[in-house]
Nanobody, 122 residues
Framework: QVQLVESGGGLVQPGGSLRLSCAAS????????MGWYRQAPGKERELVAK???????NYADSVKGRFTVSRDNAKKTVYLQMNSLKTEDTAVYYC????????????????WGQGTQVTVSS
């Protein structure tokens, strides 16, 4: 079993910063991509940012230049540094991870965290 536990959400004023963390634990050998998604009320879940095991990153256009995704492979943890936050960034943020399985064949097992609320409001 694999668990992804997020932390770091909360209430922040517009223009402020928050740093989210997501730690993976359990039956894990290696992890491929890790990332962050968000879901605002009444909207579909959308990709925010993702990072490969080699450190390549991809961002949604709405967060480019404001958010930075990074990971610590030894700690099996992915981070999301969020700066210059806007009210429209308010959402539940979820992390995800693709765990590499090798038995009985090589495949990717996808896991989600439970979500952490980020509220940007004055």
């Amino acid at each position: 079993q694999v668990q992804l536990v997020e932390s770091g959400g909360g209430l922040v004023q517009p223009g402020g910063s928050l740093r989210l963390s997501c730690a993976a634990s359990g039956s894990i050998g290696s992890i491929s991509d890790m990332g962050w998604y968000r879901q605002a009320p009444g909207k579909e879940r959308e990709l925010v940012a993702k990072v490969t095991s080699g450190g390549s990153t991809n961002y949604a256009d709405s967060v480019k230049g404001r958010f930075t995704v990074s990971r610590d492979n030894a700690k099996k943890t992915v981070y999301l540094q969020m700066n210059s936050l806007k009210t429209e960034d308010t959402a539940v943020y979820y992390c995800d991870a693709y765990v590499i399985r090798t038995y009985p064949y090589r495949y990717l097992d996808h896991y989600w965290g439970q979500g952490t609320q980020v509220t940007v409001s004055s």
